[in-house]
């Protein structure tokens, strides 16, 4: 059996995670090193620090080494819909800038003016989120536009730098908003409104393909495993997914993490009028399925509200406060733009609450409850349209990803959504990530047998409603909602 690499960063942190079958048919993960990640200001713009992302990366598989591995596969997601302009000589322009950065305020009704959002929600059935690569692009500098000889999102940047080898995974890809759904390329209209040209994305390269092996430079400069990079699922999203060990079809998946993506895996996408209403979107996944799913603004508020206080508390310490306060005690549409990155969160939520003439949530066991309450009245609320629009009730609810350790959270879901929640695994995006390597390695047959392995690998909790704790509060919250 291989030695396997998941490299997954995420918006507020990365990881290494090394991944081995066990004699037991087990899938054995271990830790080899975990990184923090954030936006700074520079140059006027959020940016990624990019550098030293891939400069952690490196850390990693050098402790790989020193642990005993000396030959393994290595495959890197990310977050989506950013991207690094590459240069004619071959190295990026800038720090890449970060989809909370505020240049694309409003973008999506300049773009929208004289393209219709029909017409591009036909084309590329994608949601519409100020974030998506489409509007960053819109909002790019133009000067720095007719520099870039390659425009590479975050994964493949990273691939390339690693291997020198240059690809447009597809799972990613997709998240840019333009790729044309039913030509299975970028879509030449979408790119000329935002004055890019097809030559300047590498070609699109289907998850669990290979790229190659490390640079022979770095190994000069670091002291490396023998690694064979595969371009996995680069999305974390669509890793999660693989990572979900959902039987049969009447399940949906919730990846929650800095975003909480709430949907379902659909074999053939879904871009009709409703799916268009609710603002749903299509991501391509692995092996040819979609991930029909919303953004949510997930654990972000909770995370905000933690490093706002200087991470004075842990998260269990923050949840075990919000426990003991008067649950559902103000409605909030934690999906309003205003949350995405406001100067203080707390502040922002108090704001909302005054302005809609609620309950002012004061301590931080206040202030997180009103953040787990509202979410978990979110995801209720979108499993019952999810269901209408795919044309089937979803019966029980996949948490997979760091938001899964939230017991609160997972238990009101549950009660609030009336089916069963199943918990776990937590590290889903890493074990997906590991399962098309070992699918395109040949240690794993298909998704099917990846699932049942990570059934059989990692202790999944489940949750049932608890008896009508909270009779009307769901419809109370659809009211609102409605509402505003
Ligand atoms: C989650 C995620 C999500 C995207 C967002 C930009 O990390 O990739 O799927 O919508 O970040």
Not at 38 to 45: A, L, R
Request: some cysteine.
């Amino acid at each position: 059996m291989n030695d396997y690499i998941a490299v997954d960063i995420g918006a507020s942190s990365g990881r290494l995670i090394l991944g081995r079958i066990n004699n037991q048919k087990k899938l054995v993960l271990e830790e080899i090193h975990r990184f923090i990640n954030g936006f700074t200001k520079e140059n006027g713009h959020d940016r990624w620090a990019i550098d030293q992302l891939i400069h952690e990366i490196f850390i990693g598989l050098e402790k790989a080494k020193r642990m005993g591995v000396n030959k393994a596969k290595v495959g890197i997601d990310t977050w989506a819909v950013d991207y690094v302009l590459v240069g004619m000589d071959g190295r990026k322009l800038q720090n890449p800038i970060s989809y909370r950065d505020q240049r694309t305020r409003h973008a999506i009704e300049e773009l929208t003016g004289d393209l219709s959002k029909e017409y591009i929600y036909k084309k590329t059935g994608i949601q519409f989120l100020e974030l998506n690569t489409l509007y960053q692009l819109y909002k790019e500098n133009k000067e720095d536009l007719k520099k870039t000889d390659r425009i590479m999102m975050i994964p493949d940047y990273i691939g390339y730098v690693l291997t020198g080898n240059a690809v447009a995974e597809v799972t990613n890809a997709s998240t840019t908003q333009m790729l044309n759904l039913r030509e299975g390329l970028f879509d030449k209209d979408l790119l000329a409104k935002v004055n890019v040209y097809p030559e300047q994305f590498p070609r699109l390269a289907e998850s669990g393909s290979v790229l190659g092996a490390i640079r022979h430079k770095w190994r000069l400069e670091y002291d490396l495993p023998d690694c064979e990079v595969i371009t996995v699922a680069t999305h974390d999203t669509a890793s999660a997914v693989v990572g979900t060990p959902g039987e049969g079809d009447d399940w949906a998946f919730l990846s929650s993490g800095t975003w909480s993506l709430l949907g379902k895996e659909l074999n053939v996408p879904e871009n009709g009028a409703e799916a268009f209403k609710e603002n749903y979107t299509n991501e391509w996944g692995a092996y040819g399925t979609y991930r029909f799913l919303k953004n949510i603004m997930g654990l972000w508020i909770v995370q905000s509200i933690r490093r706002e206080q200087d991470n004075k508390y842990s998260f269990a310490e923050m949840a075990a406060q919000a426990e003991q306060v008067e649950p559902f005690q103000q409605f909030i549409n934690i999906n309003d733009d205003r949350f995405s990155n406001p100067k203080s969160m707390i502040d922002e939520i108090q704001a909302y609450c005054e302005e809609t003439h609620q309950t002012v949530p004061q301590t931080t066991g206040e202030l997180v409850a009103a953040a787990y309450c509202n979410l978990a009245l979110f995801y209720a609320n979108e499993l019952e349209k999810l269901g209408k629009i795919v044309g089937q009730p979803i019966k029980v609810l996949h948490i997979v990803g760091g938001g899964s350790n939230v017991d609160f959270l997972n238990q009101l879901t549950s009660t609030l959504s009336g089916i069963t929640v199943k918990a776990g695994p937590s590290e889903a995006t890493a074990v997906g990530n590991l399962a098309v390597q070992m699918i395109s390695s040949g240690d794993l047959s298909d998704l099917v047998e990846a699932r049942k392995l990570i059934n059989q690998s990692f202790e999944i909790k489940a949750y049932t409603p608890q008896d009508n704790q909270y009779p009307d509060v769901l419809a109370k919250y659809q009211a609102f909602i409605q509402g505003r």
